[in-house]
C-alpha cells in the first residue's frame, strides 16, 4: 500500500521572517522525508513578504503562496491553518509555526503511531484550576463553545508538532459553519490588532489546534492515536522539534545559538 503524503504547513507573517529562514533551513538539513519527490513545504505567507522570500534559495520544495492578512494577524493565522488542506492535496499535513526548528533528524515515525497521528491532550478543567491558582486567563474552552456549540472536555495543544489527516480540516471547518449557518471568515474574523502584551486581554476569536482537536477526538477518534501529555515519559518530540518564541526570543544570541546548532 502506498505511503500517504505529508507535507509541511506554516503561515508566516514578515516579522518571523527571520525565524522562518532557519526554519526552513532546519528542514532541508534534519526533515528525512525533505528528499522524497512528492513531499513539499507548504508556505503561506503575508503578501509584503513576497520581495524577501523570494531570494531565497530552497528550490521547488518549498511553496510560497501570498494572501492579505486581517489587522488581527495572531487570530488570521490561525483561520489559514486550518485551511491547509486547500494548498494541498497531501492526505497528511504537519503545521508548525515559523519559530519551530528541527534540530535533530526525524521523520513521520516520531509523531505517528504507525499510520495514526499522535495528539496529545489534557483535561480542560485541569488547567483551568491550574491557570486560576497563577491568577492567569486560559481562553480555549470558552472560545471552542463559542466556535463549536460543544462543551470541550479536552485540551489538544498541548505537545508539537501536529498531525492531522487532511479530511480533518473539512470537517473542522464544516462542524464550525454549521454551527453558526455563516461563512469560516466572518465566523473567525477579528479586526483588533494583536499585541502579545496583551495577550489574556486580547479579544480571541479564533483557536485552530483545539477546534482540530476537537472534531478528530469526537468524529474520527480511531484514525488517531490520543495521549495525555502528563503521562508523556520522555519528550522525544520537542527535542526534535525546538519551539522558540518569536515575540521575545529573537536577539543577536539567539541567532548565534541557531547557527552553531544548523552547523553540527
Same mark, same amino acid.
Not at 1 to 27: A, E, G, H, Q
Not at 69 to 74: F, K, L, S
Not at 138 to 145: D, E, G, I, N, S
Given at each position: 500500500? $502506498? ?26 538539513? &534534519? ?11 507548504i508556505v503561506i505567507a503575508d ?20 494572501? /492579505? ?59 483551568? =484550576?491550574?491557570? =486560576? ?11 471552542? $463553545? ?19 489527516? =487532511?479530511? /480533518? ?12 449557518g455563516w461563512p469560516l471568515e ?19 476569536s479564533f483557536t485552530d489546534h &483545539? ?24 519528550? /522525544? ?13 529573537? &536577539?543577536? %544570541? /539567539? %541567532?548565534?545559538?541557531?547557527? $552553531?546548532?544548523? =552547523?553540527?
Open positions: 500500500m $502506498k505511503t500517504p503524503r505529508l507535507d509541511i504547513f506554516v503561515k508566516t507573517w514578515r516579522n518571523d521572517l527571520c525565524w522562518l529562514s532557519y526554519s526552513l533551513s532546519f528542514l532541508q538539513k &534534519n526533515w528525512l522525508e525533505w528528499l522524497e519527490p512528492d513531499s513539499r513545504i503578501a509584503n513578504c513576497r520581495d524577501v522570500v523570494e531570494q531565497w534559495g530552497f528550490g521547488p520544495k518549498v511553496r510560497y503562496y501570498y494572501c /492579505t492578512p486581517w489587522p488581527d494577524g495572531y487570530n488570521h493565522a490561525q483561520f489559514m491553518k486550518v485551511r491547509a488542506d486547500e494548498f494541498t492535496d497531501a492526505e497528511l499535513i504537519m503545521l508548525i509555526d515559523s519559530d519551530m526548528m528541527m534540530i535533530e533528524p526525524a521523520s513521520r515515525k516520531d509523531f505517528m503511531d504507525g499510520d495514526r497521528p499522535v495528539i496529545h491532550w489534557e483535561y480542560c478543567a485541569e488547567l483551568l =484550576a491550574h491557570y =486560576a491558582s497563577i491568577n492567569a486567563v486560559f481562553p480555549w474552552p470558552t472560545l471552542v $463553545k463559542r466556535l463549536t456549540k460543544i462543551e470541550p472536555e479536552k485540551e489538544y495543544m498541548q505537545i508539537q508538532p501536529m498531525i492531522y489527516r =487532511a479530511d /480533518t480540516f473539512r470537517g473542522t471547518r464544516r462542524l464550525i459553519t454549521q454551527a453558526h466572518q465566523i473567525a474574523f477579528s479586526g483588533v490588532p494583536f499585541d502579545p502584551i496583551k495577550f489574556e486581554q486580547h479579544p480571541h &483545539n477546534c482540530l482537536g476537537l472534531y478528530a477526538d469526537l468524529y474520527q477518534h480511531d484514525l488517531y492515536e490520543w495521549r495525555q501529555s502528563k503521562w508523556e515519559p520522555s519528550n /522525544t518530540r520537542q527535542r526534535k522539534l525546538t519551539w522558540f518564541h518569536s515575540w521575545t526570543q529573537w &536577539n543577536d %544570541q /539567539t %541567532q548565534i545559538e541557531l547557527d $552553531k546548532l544548523l =552547523a553540527k
